[in-house]
C-alpha cells in the first residue's frame, strides 16, 4: 500500500529515471524470452506435472547474501526503484547462479492490498543480525492467557487502492512498455490460508499454545475458527473483488517452490473471464507444529487449513515442520501435488508415503551451503542421499534459510550449483 505522500509524487518519470528503466528492461526482456529460459520453463512443467523427474533446483536467498551479488539501484523515484530493483535482482540471479530460477516474461505489478491483523495488542521487537538486517523477532504475546485474550481479537475491513495500482501500472507502461510488457499480478491468493499456527505463536507464544492444547482445547479451537474464518472472508472478498489472477506461471507457490505449470486453471477461461481460488495454487503449512503430536495436529490444526486448501486447484504443503508424521492426515487435501521435505523430516519415510503421486520437495540443510567454510564433498554427499533416496520420486532441491554467515558467497553458490547439476545430469542451460 503507497503512502499519502507517494500519490502525491508526479506520476511523470525523470529522464534518467526512464533512460535507466529503459536499459534495464531491455536486458530483463531479452533474458525472460531466451531458449535458455524456456527450457527451464519446461523442467518445472514436466516436474510439476507429474510427467517427467528432471529434478529442477533452486537456491534461495532470505535476506543477506544476495545483496552482495546485485547492484544497487541508480532510479531516484521510489516507485521507479523499486522496478529497476525487481528487475535487477532476476538479472543477477541469472547472471551468478545457474540454477533453474525462472521469471515473468513481463513486469508484474501487484495488487495494493490491505489485511488488516487479527489482533491490534499484537507487537514485535526485532533483532539485528551482524549485517544490521532485523530477521528475529519476539512478541508481547497478547494472547498468553488464551481465555482472556481470546476477546482481544478483531476484524477490520479488506481494503485494495486501485488508485495507486494503477499508478504503477502506468509508470511502467510509459516508461517501457514497448520493450517489455506490465501485467497485474496477485500474491496474496496463494497464501490466503498460509500461517494459521504461526499466528497462534506469535500471539499466545509456543509454550503457552502447546499448552493450551491439552488444558484449554475449546479456547484453541475457537482461536482456529476466529482465524480460519477471516482468511475464508479474506478469500471470498479477493474473488468478489475480482482480484484473483492466474498464479500457474513463474510464481513461488510455497516455501521456495515454483508453481510452473499448464494444469491451472483446469477450465478454457476466456479472454476477461474472472478466475477463482480453484485456479490457483495454494501455500498451507503449519511449520510451528514441529513440536506436536500426529493427533494433536489433526484434531487442532488441520480441519481449518482444509476449509481454505480444498477451494484451490493446487497445493504446496509444509514448511519446516516434519511432515512424514503427519501426511496421513495431509493427504487428504483435495488438490495436493507438492509437500515439503525439510531438513528435520525422516526421508525415507516421506518418499515410501509420497511415491509417485506428489513432489517431494525436498530443502537441503541450509549450513551445507552457508556455515563457517563450503566443503564440496560434504555437500556433494548430502544432496546425493537425497537423489538415492527419491529416486523413484519426483524430486525438486529448494534451497532455503541461506542466510548469509561468512563472505564468499558468490563462489560457494556457483560451486553448488555445478555440483547439483552434475549429480541430476543436467551439466548445462
Same mark, same amino acid.
Given at each position: 500500500m503507497q503512502t499519502a505522500a507517494e500519490l502525491e509524487t508526479p506520476i511523470t518519470t525523470t529522464p534518467k529515471d526512464r533512460e535507466r528503466l529503459r536499459a534495464v528492461a531491455a536486458d530483463y526482456a531479452a533474458m525472460v524470452n531466451s531458449d535458455t529460459m524456456n527450457a527451464r520453463r519446461e523442467v518445472w512443467r514436466r516436474s510439476n506435472r507429474l510427467q517427467e523427474r528432471t529434478v529442477p533446483f533452486q537456491i534461495e536467498d532470505n535476506g543477506t547474501f544476495f545483496a552482495d551479488l546485485a547492484p544497487p539501484a541508480q532510479c531516484e523515484g521510489k516507485i521507479e526503484r523499486g522496478l529497476e530493483s525487481v528487475m535487477l535482482r532476476a538479472l543477477t540471479n541469472h547472471e551468478l547462479i545457474d540454477d533453474d530460477r525462472v521469471f515473468t516474461p513481463y513486469c508484474a505489478v501487484s495488487w495494493a492490498i490491505t489485511r488488516p491483523d487479527i489482533c491490534p495488542e499484537l507487537e514485535y521487537t526485532r533483532a539485528a543480525d551482524p549485517t544490521g538486517r532485523k530477521l528475529g523477532y519476539k512478541t508481547n504475546k497478547p494472547l498468553a492467557d488464551l481465555e482472556k485474550g481470546l476477546a482481544k481479537l478483531r476484524r477490520a475491513p479488506f481494503r485494495v487502492d486501485r488508485e495507486a495500482t494503477a499508478r504503477r501500472v502506468e509508470i511502467a507502461e510509459t516508461a517501457f512498455g514497448d520493450l517489455l510488457p506490465v501485467k497485474l499480478v496477485n500474491t496474496r491468493t496463494y497464501s490466503a490460508g498460509a500461517g494459521m499456527a504461526g499466528k497462534a505463536v506469535q500471539c499466545m507464544g509456543m509454550?503457552?499454545?502447546?499448552?493450551?492444547?491439552? $488444558? !484449554?482445547?475449546?479456547?484453541?479451537?475457537?482461536?482456529?475458527?476466529?482465524?480460519?474464518? =477471516?482468511?475464508?472472508?479474506?478469500?471470498?472478498w479477493l474473488e468478489a473483488e475480482d482480484l484473483i489472477l492466474p498464479n500457474s506461471g513463474e510464481f513461488c507457490v510455497g516455501s521456495g517452490s515454483c508453481g510452473y505449470t499448464d494444469e491451472l486453471p483446469r477450465r478454457a477461461v476466456r479472454d476477461g473471464e474472472s478466475v477463482g481460488p480453484e485456479d490457483c495454487w495454494a501455500y498451507i503449512e503449519a511449520q510451528e507444529a514441529v513440536g506436536i503430536s500426529p493427533a494433536m495436529y489433526?484434531?487442532?490444526?488441520?480441519?481449518?487449513?482444509?476449509?481454505?486448501? $480444498? !477451494?484451490?486447484?493446487?497445493?504446496?504443503?509444509?514448511?519446516?515442520?516434519?511432515?512424514? =508424521?503427519?501426511?496421513?492426515?495431509?493427504k487428504t487435501f483435495k488438490a495436493l501435488r507438492k509437500i515439503t521435505v525439510s531438513p528435520w523430516c525422516n526421508q525415507e519415510s516421506i518418499a515410501a508415503q509420497l511415491g509417485r503421486d506428489y513432489v517431494y520437495s525436498r530443502k537441503p540443510h541450509p549450513m551445507k551451503l552457508t556455515g563457517e567454510r563450503f566443503a564440496a564433498a560434504d555437500f556433494e554427499a548430502h544432496i546425493r542421499e537425497t537423489l538415492d533416496i527419491a529416486k523413484d520420486n519426483f524430486v525438486e532441491l529448494i534451497f532455503r534459510d541461506t542466510c548469509r554467515l561468512n563472505g564468499g558467497m558468490k563462489a560457494r553458490v556457483a560451486e553448488a550449483c555445478r555440483i547439483v547439476r552434475r549429480l541430476i545430469g543436467r551439466e548445462s542451460g
Amino acid at each position: 500500500m503507497q503512502t499519502a505522500a507517494e500519490l502525491e509524487t508526479p506520476i511523470t518519470t525523470t529522464p534518467k529515471d526512464r533512460e535507466r528503466l529503459r536499459a534495464v528492461a531491455a536486458d530483463y526482456a531479452a533474458m525472460v524470452n531466451s531458449d535458455t529460459m524456456n527450457a527451464r520453463r519446461e523442467v518445472w512443467r514436466r516436474s510439476n506435472r507429474l510427467q517427467e523427474r528432471t529434478v529442477p533446483f533452486q537456491i534461495e536467498d532470505n535476506g543477506t547474501f544476495f545483496a552482495d551479488l546485485a547492484p544497487p539501484a541508480q532510479c531516484e523515484g521510489k516507485i521507479e526503484r523499486g522496478l529497476e530493483s525487481v528487475m535487477l535482482r532476476a538479472l543477477t540471479n541469472h547472471e551468478l547462479i545457474d540454477d533453474d530460477r525462472v521469471f515473468t516474461p513481463y513486469c508484474a505489478v501487484s495488487w495494493a492490498i490491505t489485511r488488516p491483523d487479527i489482533c491490534p495488542e499484537l507487537e514485535y521487537t526485532r533483532a539485528a543480525d551482524p549485517t544490521g538486517r532485523k530477521l528475529g523477532y519476539k512478541t508481547n504475546k497478547p494472547l498468553a492467557d488464551l481465555e482472556k485474550g481470546l476477546a482481544k481479537l478483531r476484524r477490520a475491513p479488506f481494503r485494495v487502492d486501485r488508485e495507486a495500482t494503477a499508478r504503477r501500472v502506468e509508470i511502467a507502461e510509459t516508461a517501457f512498455g514497448d520493450l517489455l510488457p506490465v501485467k497485474l499480478v496477485n500474491t496474496r491468493t496463494y497464501s490466503a490460508g498460509a500461517g494459521m499456527a504461526g499466528k497462534a505463536v506469535q500471539c499466545m507464544g509456543m509454550d503457552n499454545f502447546y499448552m493450551a492444547m491439552i $488444558d !484449554r482445547p475449546a479456547n484453541v479451537h475457537r482461536f482456529f475458527e476466529f482465524v480460519a474464518t =477471516e482468511a475464508a472472508d479474506f478469500l471470498s472478498w479477493l474473488e468478489a473483488e475480482d482480484l484473483i489472477l492466474p498464479n500457474s506461471g513463474e510464481f513461488c507457490v510455497g516455501s521456495g517452490s515454483c508453481g510452473y505449470t499448464d494444469e491451472l486453471p483446469r477450465r478454457a477461461v476466456r479472454d476477461g473471464e474472472s478466475v477463482g481460488p480453484e485456479d490457483c495454487w495454494a501455500y498451507i503449512e503449519a511449520q510451528e507444529a514441529v513440536g506436536i503430536s500426529p493427533a494433536m495436529y489433526a484434531e487442532f490444526i488441520h480441519p481449518y487449513q482444509r476449509r481454505l486448501g $480444498d !477451494r484451490y486447484g493446487l497445493i504446496y504443503y509444509g514448511c519446516c515442520e516434519p511432515v512424514h =508424521e503427519f501426511f496421513p492426515t495431509i493427504k487428504t487435501f483435495k488438490a495436493l501435488r507438492k509437500i515439503t521435505v525439510s531438513p528435520w523430516c525422516n526421508q525415507e519415510s516421506i518418499a515410501a508415503q509420497l511415491g509417485r503421486d506428489y513432489v517431494y520437495s525436498r530443502k537441503p540443510h541450509p549450513m551445507k551451503l552457508t556455515g563457517e567454510r563450503f566443503a564440496a564433498a560434504d555437500f556433494e554427499a548430502h544432496i546425493r542421499e537425497t537423489l538415492d533416496i527419491a529416486k523413484d520420486n519426483f524430486v525438486e532441491l529448494i534451497f532455503r534459510d541461506t542466510c548469509r554467515l561468512n563472505g564468499g558467497m558468490k563462489a560457494r553458490v556457483a560451486e553448488a550449483c555445478r555440483i547439483v547439476r552434475r549429480l541430476i545430469g543436467r551439466e548445462s542451460g
